[in-house]
């Protein structure tokens, strides 16, 4: 069973400064991955997918994640946060359908920005 | 992409009553998901509502407690049935329009059993 595994809870990061939220997967075949984020009251909004191709995927509002085969890793990254970005967000796997059965998501990594 | 709108955006229920939450598309699409999201938790799926078959429901969900319509394809409805305090949770609407494209999410259902 595919699995995904967001170790941190909470990350606390001042405005301007780099950003890097950590994702490991668990997949037997070639995984689809992306990338959520939840406001508070808000639904999910994509930041970016990676399905194959070059490894390292650009997405929405400045944020970009690389994808690791040899460590199951889909980090995710932001040269300089702004205080908007605080919000919830989720790494998540689908099948090889691109998430055509469904996704299976991490926990979580709730984000602080520290003016 | 896909705009998805859900109603109730939320709701306070007495425990033993059921609530319906629908999900409405605004365009046709094949799957359909519902998605559980607890307090403080991460997104749980519940169920996959393709049109035309009944609904295919994840290990820990039944039919009985969460009965889903898809009367067609742009358009599904979850029921949480007998309701308990534990069912507090918010309730998310999700379309896919096949492989190799993302998922899209609806704004969300949060519901507060007491």
């Known amino acids: 069973a595919q699995s995904v595994t967001q170790p941190d809870i909470h990350i606390t990061v001042s405005e301007g400064a780099s950003l890097e939220l950590r994702c490991n997967y668990s997949?037997?075949?070639?995984?689809?991955l992306f990338w959520y984020v939840q406001s508070p009251g808000q639904g999910l909004q994509l930041l970016l997918k990676?399905?194959?191709?070059?490894?390292l995927v650009q997405g929405i509002k400045g944020f970009e994640a690389e994808f690791k085969r040899s460590q199951s890793s889909f980090n995710l990254r932001k040269p300089s946060v702004h205080w908007s970005d605080a919000a919830e967000y989720f790494c998540a796997v689908g099948n090889s359908g691109g998430g055509a059965d469904g996704l299976t998501f991490g926990k979580g990594t709730h984000l602080i920005i520290q003016p | 992409s896909a705009v998805i709108s859900q109603k109730p955006s939320r709701d306070i229920c007495q425990r033993g009553t059921s609530l319906t939450i629908q999900c409405q598309v605004d365009s046709q699409v094949t799957m359909m998901f519902w998605y559980r999201q607890q307090p403080g938790q991460s997104l749980t799926l519940i169920a996959t509502?393709?049109?035309?078959?009944?609904?295919?429901?994840e290990s820990g969900f039944v039919i009985d407690k969460f009965p889903i319509s898809r009367p067609n394809l742009t358009f599904s409805t979850l029921t949480v049935s007998n309701m308990s305090p534990e069912d507090s949770s918010i309730y998310l609407c999700s379309v896919h329009r096949g492989q190799n494209t993302e998922a899209f999410f609806g704004q969300g259902t949060r519901l507060t059993v007491v």
């Open positions: 509502a393709n049109q035309g078959s009944e609904a295919t429901y």
């Open positions: 990676y399905f194959s191709g070059d490894t």
């Open positions: 997949y037997g075949a070639t995984p689809y």
